[in-house]
């Protein structure tokens, strides 16, 4: 007999989880710029299982290189929302600057993309988890 988990018993308390991971997730990219992928990248693989009405079963978390994937997708609205209203009101400085860098950065996003399925994952956590330590001692000594 196979023993069914909590939220598998209470699928809203599973949704409520990832709503929550959804709304902290913007409320940071809001309020700090880029913290909100940092709790995505941070939280994704813990989260229970999403549950999917439909077909009464639930998604698995995303696992390795996918929690990456899932943070981008969930951080494309949050920020483009975000950016509108810091541009709206007048914090965000010249657009023309801001698309200056885009385009290059586009480049970027996928030349990353393009690598990220042949770098190991522990390189990956490496990377990111010294990305946001120099980032974080830099915010803090300057």
Known sequence: MMETSYFDKYP??????????????????????????????????????????????????????AVFVMGLWVMIPATLVSATLYFARGMGGAPSLAVAIALPAAAGGLIGALLLGKIPRQALKKIFALLVLFAGLRMVLS
């Open 12 to 65: 809203r308390v599973s949704l409520l989880l990832w709503a929550l991971l959804g709304l902290g997730a913007g409320f940071l990219n809001g309020l700090l710029g880029a913290a909100g992928g940092i709790l995505l990248v941070t939280l994704l693989s813990r989260m229970p299982p999403f549950p999917v009405r439909k077909h009464g079963a639930s998604l698995p978390p995303p696992e390795g290189r």
